[in-house]
């Protein structure tokens, strides 16, 4: 590690030991810790050790006001998170899927968009009665999303602001932490750059009798050197970037990966990103595309990353 790399994880550990003070607590903090530690006790037990990861998913909002009426969001719906954790369930990985509360869910992706209310019917007697064009879809998302928590595969922890993100993934880390190199973090949420630090925020409504809004927004301190190094340093780490700008994306995934020690970044643009995503280790650079409409790329996705995985522990 050159004198710069050095310094920058200093900054990364005193900017990230800051944000958590002055953070507002979490809310069911003590909960949170409870059920990942009954998790991670079920997912000990037997010979082998069994894979574990975090799937972060979803877009983290920063809130403007302490008593938050409006906030910054983002355009991140979930579905990769949801996706990516249905095929890491099936790979006999054990996952705590951490979500934006509302996003898309593991097995409910192939429900119809409509609500529920406008596909389910009441028949005479008041029973429910799903279509039977929708019905094996429905019998089939309920089957196997009840096996993997009941098998003990799937914890879901849910956040809003960055403040619970950044908490909840601090929390997931240091529990998994015993995993060591059977641990993995699948980093597809898409966490804000820019916060409004909570005492500097307006305690009420921001009131537009006073004009014009004039807003500072400071960077959100980079946590990755600090997951990688402090929290969970034994575990593979697996983070995304997305971009806009075809002539930038790898260039960026490249300077993350170095940055950050992940040991891969998976690289996506804006106007594609379900159809291909390429995979950015120091080694290599391998492609990623969806085969057909019928087709979730995250399959090849989270089947390559799990190889990758095994080797990482070999
Ligand atoms: O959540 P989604 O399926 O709509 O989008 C997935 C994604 C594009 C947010 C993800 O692939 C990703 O790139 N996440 C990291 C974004 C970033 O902070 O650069």
Redesign the pocket.
């Known amino acids: 590690m050159d004198s710069t790399e050095a310094s920058m994880t200093e900054m990364d550990h005193s900017g990230a030991t800051s944000f958590f003070q002055k953070a507002p607590p979490l809310k069911n903090g003590d909960l949170i810790s409870e059920k990942l530690k009954e998790f991670v006790r079920r997912n000990l037990e037997g010979v082998t050790p069994r894979g574990i990861v975090c799937v972060t998913?979803?877009g983290t909002t920063v809130p403007l006001e302490q008593r938050c009426v409006r906030y910054i969001d983002n355009?991140?719906?979930?579905?990769?998170?949801a996706a990516s954790a249905e095929y890491f369930v099936k790979a006999g990985y054990a996952v705590i899927f951490v979500h934006r509360c509302g996003?898309y869910q593991p097995y409910c992706r192939y429900l119809p968009e409509d609500s529920f209310l406008d596909f389910v019917q009441l028949d005479e007697a008041s029973n429910i009665q799903v279509p039977d064009d929708h019905a094996a879809t429905v019998r089939k998302a309920i089957r196997e999303y009840h096996k993997a928590v009941g098998d003990g595969l799937l914890l879901k922890l849910p956040f809003t602001t960055i403040f619970e993100y950044l908490q909840i993934l601090q929390l997931v880390a240091t529990s998994i932490n015993c995993f060591g190199c059977h641990s993995m973090f699948y980093l597809?949420?898409?966490?804000s750059d820019f916060y409004v630090p909570w005492e500097s925020m307006a305690k009420h409504k921001i009131q537009s009798a006073g004009g014009p809004l004039d807003m500072r927004l400071n960077q959100v301190p980079k946590m990755l050197s600090v997951l990688r190094k402090e929290w969970a340093p034994a575990a593979f780490c697996v983070s995304?970037?997305?971009e806009t700008d075809p002539d930038i994306l790898t260039q960026k995934a490249d300077a993350a990966l170095k940055k950050y020690g992940m040991h891969v970044v998976?690289a996506?643009l804006l106007a594609n990103?379900k159809e291909e995503?390429v995979i950015v280790t120091q080694n290599e650079k391998t492609t990623v595309r969806r085969k057909s409409k019928d087709e979730d790329l995250e399959e090849q996705l989270v089947g390559l990353l799990t190889e990758r995985h095994s080797d990482y522990i070999n």
Not at 75 to 81: A, N
Not at 188 to 191: D, I, L, N, S, W
């Open positions: 998913s979803g355009f991140s719906s979930g579905h990769r998170g996003s597809a949420a898409a966490v995304f970037k997305l998976v996506n990103y995503v």
